[in-house]
């Protein structure tokens, strides 16, 4: 079974674009987490999809955005970049947005530049 | 806020060893708890969890230690090895989120 896939690998954008991250879940699994990591402030939730919709959002400003497709697959995407969001940013997908473990790609490093 | 926290951010263990890892919590309605490790270059993997109604689990080679009395949560790993090197992260989990820890970063020492 195909783990958690998440494109790009690696993003070198300079302040002030944008960029969309792609993320596809597990095969069944209908809920979609994106975390951005950095050595500083460790995983920071982002917001959480469950059938299309955002049922969670974290304490990001309106720069980071996502969507979720009919087929689970999700973007995030985030608009005029500052330096601060050179991170990693990880998608984690799950059987439901209930406890239980959430399963992990291995993240898209962003650099701005 | 709430947070969960790390006692300690890097841990050396003699390779054969036990290691321990210890968590602290501090809200006391969370009901699932969550060990993950993170190897360099990779995402976080799932080790094991545990609910509230628990006190203790176990997988293979490790263990999971719930004490809701002073809210600590410790993961064990029995007989360390090289390719437990990583760094390991506690989470929370409440309202459907998971709070995370800071990380430990576990050293083995051949």
């Known amino acids: 079974k195909a783990g958690v896939t998440q494109t790009p690998r690696y993003l070198i954008k300079t302040r002030g674009q944008q960029v969309t991250l792609s993320c596809s879940p597990i095969s069944g699994h209908r809920s979609v987490s994106w975390y951005q990591q950095t050595p500083g402030q460790g995983l920071q939730f982002l917001f959480e999809?469950?059938?299309?919709?955002?049922?969670n959002k974290g304490n990001f400003p309106g720069r980071f955005s996502g969507r979720q497709f009919s087929n689970s697959r999700s973007e995030m995407n985030v608009s005029t970049l500052e330096l601060g969001d050179s991170a990693l940013y990880l998608c984690?997908?799950?059987?439901?947005?209930?406890?239980?473990?959430?399963?992990f790609g291995n993240g898209t490093r962003l650099t701005v530049t | 806020g709430e947070s969960v926290g790390l006692h300690l951010p890097t841990l050396s263990v003699q390779e054969g060893d036990n290691s321990i890892i210890n968590c602290a919590y501090s809200n006391s309605a969370s009901d699932y708890f969550i060990w993950y490790k993170q190897e360099s270059g990779k995402g976080p993997q799932f080790i094991i969890d545990i609910r509230s109604n628990m006190d203790k689990r176990q997988g293979q080679r490790v263990t999971v230690l719930l004490n809701k009395t002073v809210k600590h949560l410790s993961l064990q790993i029995a007989a360390t090895q090289p390719g437990d090197s990583a760094v390991y992260f506690c989470a929370e989990g409440g309202n459907y989120q998971l709070i995370w820890g800071a990380g430990t970063k576990l050293i083995i020492k051949p």
């Open positions: 984690a997908s799950s059987w439901d947005r209930g406890n239980s473990p959430l399963h």
């Open positions: 999809y469950f059938s299309e919709t955002q049922r």
